[in-house]
């Protein structure tokens, strides 16, 4: 697919947004559509290409949140589109559960390939991020025989029963669901700027502590962690604090379930996140990106001494169709073909400078924090109080839009960068000159 014409001189505002016709079709959306969706600003979108998106009224965003995460190369990249039609000629729907394809087993060798650890691996293929950790968590059950989960504050693992249980994040709606999945403890995570420990051996005593108190260890089948934070606002826990928690699973026997559904596949600068640490889970959750937005998919990577499981503990009618295999196979070539994941680290590494540069002569931004593509930047009323500026956080989203640049909340009051990993370095410069142009707009208001 060549490049197409309304790409030239992107980004581009024609109609404030939302123009006429998004206006309209919020309207018909908000008549018939599940008010429950997180709709953050009226975008409609109607063609891809790259990292750009145009919307129903002819404007052009760049778009520097992959879609939420999930466009890592790009919108519409040829070589997904080729490989989707291509299955779609030749099957498109085989009973995977009851039968077998050859697309689900290339998928999972390849998965098996790039996971950490060098021991046999079991694949779970599912259809979405909340069913990879819900797989994972049925799987430590299963495997352990011990009811009993550790989960993060601030964490996010999905809408499900099973993973919002486990979901520590504030903005859940938890207790009107009640009752969740129960034996759920939550400890705090080591946010080296808001807190509340020091350094990793805190975090380590202070779960250490609750083993005497509330968390009965022996009956503690895993503890699951996004390595990197990603709703809460990309929270990067320090540099020693993985090894500090893998230790404390191998003494107790419990299971460490990595959730890398927004941080896995190159997009932190290594395959996994939980690489940077050093550290090899027992389970590794990835969906989002892996089958690069064509289809849904989610997968459950397990050593295959925990995946132990029998014909009918676990299934899904569509986990693994053979569209999602295919795009996902092809897109892990990409990836590797291309060294998406050392580009990632690459120019993560530049914009993290540009952008602690920009915090550093900013009056509202209290931290800049990122390990490749994963970048956020939070803003703040005052940088020593570090009280959270949530009206400037959105102002700044908004005032990044009008401009054509699209940009992700997270947490309280921080944004998400988040480019596909695929965007050429002058692409993303051009996005962070228009957040800069953005930010000392808020910052003029305020
Ligand atoms: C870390 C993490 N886990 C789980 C999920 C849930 O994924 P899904 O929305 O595909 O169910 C998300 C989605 O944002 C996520 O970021």
Known sequence: MSKPVWVKDAPRIINPIPGPRAKELVARDERVMSPSYTRAEPIVATEGWGCYVRDIDGNVLLDLSSG???LNYGYSHPRLVRAVEHQLRKLTHFAGTDFYYEAQVELAER?????????PKHVYLGNSGAEAVEAAFKCVRWHTRRPHM???TGSFHGRTFGSMSLSGAETLHREDFAPLVPEVSFVPFPDPYRGPFENSSECIAHIRSRLKKDIPAERVAAVITEPIQGTAGYIIPPPDFYQMLKELCEENGWMFIADEI???????????AIEHWNVVPDIVCVAKALAGGIAPIGATIADAKVMNWEPGAHASTFGGNLVACAAAVEGLKILDEMDLVKRAAELGELA???LEELGENSKIVGDVRG???LLAVELVKDKRKKNFAVEERNMLVREALNRGLIVFRGGKSAIRIAPPLTIDKREFELGLDIFEEALREVERRC
């Not at 927004?262 to 996994?272: A, D, E, T, V, Y």
């Open 262 to 272: 927004q941080s896995g596949l190159g997009r932190s600068g290594k395959m996994f």
């Open 371 to 373: 390990k490749g593509l």
């Open 111 to 119: 998965l098996v390939g790039i996971t950490p650890g060098k021991f």
């Open 68 to 70: 939420m995460f999930v």
């Open 150 to 152: 550790i989960s993060f």
């Open 352 to 354: 993290l400078r540009r």
